[in-house]
């Protein structure tokens, strides 16, 4: 089937999906085959919005045909939920898909242009996503007509290829961490994000999974992988107000969504350092520099090993 399938992962937040589904409706969906909205079962006490978003979603289904969902029955988390949805369009014979949480809103060209960039770039093995959001800090001097790859990874709205395995599942969370080791990997990770390395010692320390994003960003450093991003977003994030899983009350710098055909025009473009960051912490930029040093990296990982300190 050439056309993509979009996959909508919800929760409690109707509010966020109403949102969600609505700008994605409105928007230009001309290759799209089909929605499936994937609402995770509930805790107890989410029991009652989990009945509203329900509800919610099977009247769009029966508004829009190409809507449908899958209830689960149990709650999964959003890790084991989103691989249960790539599972669940893989079984529908799809080979490329547009992956959405509801709390992200899309611009009108957003499908568009996933869909012209999942078929022009499905056969190259390096480019593992394309990535509907970018920073705004980003675009300083540059001109909309571009696009970038970095081993940075956005779950901001993002599309990919079925048969690519984003997650590295093949590793356990210390078998990609122990690759962080070799080479210059350290280096890379660094210069991707100053989040990326305090919140993965982090989940290591704490015994914790290392979260779905940090471990596509793992799995694109260690193994030179790249994901595609347009230099205007296309999506918008509506979360940043407590109400999501990972993201906290933040104020970032925001360009809404308008670009339109992007012509192929790569850049490679180092991300959130203090060159190109408006917002660049020095706290975390301290920490990046202590946490990237080898020396550093080689102590931890013994401890936790000669211990048995993580079990991820």
């Not at 970018?134 to 940075?152: A, M, Q, V």
Request: net charge positive; glycine share 4%; charged share 20%.
């Amino acid at each position: 089937m050439n056309k993509l399938v979009v996959i909508i992962l919800a929760y409690r937040r109707l509010d966020k999906l109403k949102m969600c589904l609505e700008a994605l409706l409105n928007s230009n969906i001309e290759s799209v085959a089909d929605i499936v909205i994937f609402v995770d079962g509930p805790h107890e006490k989410d029991l009652d919005q989990i009945s509203r978003v329900r509800e919610f979603v099977v009247n769009a289904s029966l508004s829009f045909q190409f809507v449908s969902f899958v209830f689960n029955e149990t709650n999964k988390g959003s890790k084991s939920q989103a691989e249960f949805s790539l599972e669940y369009v893989r079984a529908k014979s799809y080979w490329k898909y547009v992956m959405l949480e509801e709390d992200v809103i899309v611009g009108k060209n957003f499908i568009g242009y996933m869909d012209r960039c999942l078929n022009e770039f499905k056969f190259d093995n390096d480019i593992i996503s394309i990535c509907g959001f970018t920073h705004s800090i980003f675009t300083l001097g540059k001109t909309p007509k571009t696009r970038y790859l970095s081993h940075r990874f956005s779950p901001w709205g993002f599309g990919s290829w079925i048969d690519t395995d984003l997650l590295n599942l093949k590793m356990s969370d210390l078998e990609l961490f122990f690759q962080l080791g070799k080479k210059d990997n350290l280096k890379k990770i660094k210069f991707s994000g100053l989040d990326i390395l305090p919140n993965i010692y982090y989940a290591v320390i704490m015994n914790k999974p290392i979260s779905n994003d940090y471990r596509v960003i793992l799995n694109s450093v260690c193994n030179k992988l790249y994901h595609l991003y347009p230099n205007v977003s296309l999506t918008y994030n509506i979360g940043l107000d407590g109400s999501g899983e990972n993201c906290k009350i933040a104020r970032l710098n925001y360009q809404y969504p308008v670009l339109d055909n992007v012509p192929v025009d790569l850049i490679s473009f180092v991300e959130f350092t203090p060159e190109y960051n408006a917002t660049f912490n020095y706290r975390r930029y301290i920490f990046n520099v202590i946490l990237s040093n080898k020396v550093v990296f080689w102590l931890f990982y013994f401890v936790i090993r000669r211990f048995a300190l993580y079990n991820n």
